[in-house]
């Protein structure tokens, strides 16, 4: 009995946490991974140039693929001044159209694109859970500060021209995703346990905000399950059933850690912190609590539902230096 045949996966900027999480699983399985890179470096699976701007000899990549996974654009980690946000927007909104060019011309498309989104798309939300089905899309909420309306417009930008030509050969997704943790050293785990191992594990500003969260293992299998399924396509959350307050979250991190207490950390501290990082505060301060319905009502099952357990995992891993 012979296993399924190896795929030809085509990952676009897939040289950051997220894509090296792909790559990674991908590659061990036995399929042929290409990561089209502006910063073209030595991978175990093959790396090609692009530039995200204008077609190049990177276009044949996709030919006779099976499945395009486009995870270009610049990092938000950073200040939101006028120079950052023209290139978070336009590092997205460009390659995303450009990727659909490309798409128009090839003989033999990608039966699959998968595009990243993100689950910061949806409103503040400390309420009710935002699924696919009922969730509210943030913008110009009363008082919400002008760099979380920021990423909203980026986010509807970036869908906007994902969806915008057709593609009747290509199936597409927009995989509005949560935080993906892994133990990889300097992702956002990484740095969030770094905290609660220097005495800072506390909650963040009021701790009532909800964290959105997947575990890698079940990111891989929920990608696994979206290439399979044909019948699914569109707009599809990647998060765990159960988002939890800040206060819970980094409680569960701190028994994972075995510690008991950790200094919370204020509000206006967040924000001086930010500010000396060139990051901003939206990515701990704003409430994300999405949860996957249409994964769920696709049959999905996690591994990882529940933070606690997902928290000891990746701790034990970290330990190790997985």
Known sequence: MTGPEPMRIIMPGGSGQV???LARHFHAEGHSVTVLSRSPQ?????????????????????????????LAGRSVDCRYNAQNRRAIYESRI?????????????DRPPRLWVNASTATIYRHALDRAMDEANGELGGNEPGAPDTWNF??????????????????????IAIRSAMTFSPDRGGVFDVLLGLVRRGLGGRQGPGTQFVSWIHEADFVRAMELLIAREDLSGRINLASPHPLPNSDFMRGLRDAWGIS?????????????ALVLRTESELILKSRRVVPGRLLAAGFQFLFPEWPAAARELVARWRKGD
């Open 261 to 273: 207490v950790g200094l919370p950390i204020p509000e206006w501290l967040i924000e001086t912190g």
């Open 151 to 172: 990423s909203i417009e980026v986010a509807k930008g970036w869908e906007e021209a994902f969806f915008s030509t057709p593609t009747p050969h290509t199936r597409k």
């Open 19 to 21: 894509g090296r999480i």
């Open 42 to 70: 030595p991978a175990p699976w093959r790396v090609v140039a692009w530039d995200g701007a204008a077609p190049g000899a990177w276009t044949t990549e996709l030919e006779q693929s099976d499945v395009c996974i486009n």
């Open 94 to 106: 460009r390659s995303t159209l450009l990727l659909n060019r490309v798409m128009a011309s090839l």
